[in-house]
């Protein structure tokens, strides 16, 4: 079953996940995950235009490198997540994608409501942290589409079957899909809500 959709129960708006999410924490943290290609970004983003004041980071700011997405969750939940919920303003390493090497520590500062989005954003030192936990879920070949159709697809194609092994065994040792607290999928134009 791994790879196809949970069947759909119920449209679900951007506007009810944050509804969802709020109140719950000073700093309330929604978190997006899924495998590559499922739509975490579009939901972000979705987030973002329903409410202005959110602020939305990705996840790939704390992988190690292509060869380092397990790294991610644990460098996202000490840099970023942990130091909002203490009230402080966090100090992030974020990876430099071009040199290849963790670049200099710099003040991130979040207003509002932090969505982290990515493969791994889900993953239990976040979620256990979030306000509000989502899986994305697309069928491989909805999730093909999608990357070969983005801007960076040039430079992700040559990484694409070492990542998906690696997001493949995080999901399966974190159990996240079975974990989080909603899972969405996008369907003829909207977000609808599935079952767990």
Not at 106 to 116: A, C, F, H, K
Request: with cysteine; aromatic share 6%; glycine share 10%.
């Amino acid at each position: 079953m791994r790879g196809l959709p949970s069947r759909a129960i119920e449209p679900i708006t951007a506007a009810d996940l944050l509804a969802r999410a709020r109140g719950r924490e000073r700093h309330p943290v929604v978190v997006i995950d899924g495998f590559s290609g499922a739509g975490k970004t579009t939901l972000a983003r979705e987030l973002a235009e329903a409410d202005p004041g959110v602020t939305v980071e990705s996840i790939e700011t704390f992988y190690l490198g292509w060869d380092g997405l397990a790294a991610g969750p644990r460098r996202a939940s000490e840099q970023l997540v942990e130091p909002l919920r203490r009230g402080e303003v966090p100090v992030v390493s974020p990876w430099d994608w071009r040199r290849d090497q963790v670049g200099p520590s710099r003040r991130w500062v979040v207003s509002g409501l932090l969505v982290l989005e990515g493969v791994g954003a889900a993953a239990r030192p976040l979620r256990d942290a979030a306000s509000l936990s989502v899986w994305v879920d697309a069928t491989p070949a909805e999730r093909d589409a999608r990357l070969r159709a983005r801007d960076d697809w040039a430079d992700y194609a040559p990484h694409r079957a070492g990542f998906e092994r690696q997001e493949q065994a995080l999901e399966a040792a974190e159990g996240t899909r079975a974990a989080v607290d909603v899972i969405v999928r996008r369907d003829g134009g909207e977000w609808v809500r599935c079952r767990m």
